[in-house]
């Protein structure tokens, strides 16, 4: 494998289920991203892990919980979600560094992501 | 904060004819990266092109190109020689300050680009 795989690709579930997608980088990056991308809205950037320990949340409904074992791994687990939480949950990573590193330390680089119904 | 504006819902071209898509942003840092992804029906975000701030010269990419205007804010991706395979949603983004060692990205609404036969 290579790039950024996720699975599952496609999930239907009911509001009182939980379950988990999974996000694995093969790209030796440090950063990953949970974004979160609804018909005719922009990406929306829910969660950041940089080396292992989240950097961001930006105001997520606690049913949404992120978990990042290793730099090549990132889970987003959930649990009594809603309806309108049905989307596209994209995960992407890169090199993290500081500000002018290398062009490529400043790409993300996505996955194929989970298209999650939620009945 | 920073925000990104793509002004074209849609787009569309003849093959094998150019196309050029708006971006313009808002912001008060004077370095950053501006990029263009590519989502076609697969869903699959693919990098199309990238331009530092600080770099005065156009990047380009095959038959991908960009027109940056820093002091206007503009950011706006030229395509060459439009294939069928160019069909898709194009996101500008807009890369934020460093987090901690990642990168906050900022996104545009999406052009849907269609290339006609």
């Known amino acids: 494998e290579t790039g950024v795989t996720q699975t599952p690709r496609h999930l239907v579930m009911g509001m009182t289920n939980k379950k988990s997608l999974k996000c694995e980088q093969h790209?030796?990056?440090?950063?990953m991203y949970w974004y979160k991308q609804s018909a005719k809205k922009p990406l929306e950037l829910m969660f950041v892990?940089?080396?292992?320990?989240?950097?961001e949340n930006n105001s997520v409904p606690s049913r949404f919980s992120p978990e990042c074992p290793n730099s090549s791994h990132l889970f987003l687990h959930l649990h009594t979600l809603q309806p309108e939480d049905s989307a596209l949950y994209l995960c992407?990573?890169?090199?993290?560094?500081?500000?002018?590193?290398?062009?490529?330390?400043?790409?993300?680089?996505f996955g194929p992501g989970t298209r999650l119904l939620v009945l | 904060a920073q925000t990104v504006t793509q002004s074209q819902p849609e787009m569309s071209v003849q093959e094998a004819e150019t196309v050029t898509l708006s971006c313009t942003y808002d912001?008060?840092?004077?370095?950053?990266?501006l990029f263009w992804y590519k989502q076609p029906p697969s869903r699959q975000m693919i990098l199309v092109i990238r331009?530092?701030?600080?770099?005065?010269q156009n990047a380009t990419e095959n038959r991908f190109s960009v027109n940056f205007q820093k002091a206007a804010k503009s950011f706006s991706l030229k395509i060459s020689d439009s294939q069928l395979g160019d069909a898709a949603m194009y996101f500008c983004?807009?890369?934020?300050?460093?987090?901690?060692?990642?990168?906050?990205?900022?996104f545009g609404q999406g052009t849907r680009l269609t290339i006609n036969p």
């Open positions: 992407a990573s890169s090199q993290g560094g500081t500000s002018g590193g290398p062009p490529d330390q400043e790409t993300q680089y």
């Open positions: 790209l030796g990056h440090n950063a």
């Open positions: 892990y940089s080396l292992e320990e989240r950097v």
């Open positions: 912001t008060s840092e004077s370095d950053y990266y």
């Open positions: 331009q530092e701030a600080y770099k005065q």
């Open positions: 983004a807009y890369r934020s300050q460093a987090l901690q060692g990642a990168q906050k990205l900022v």
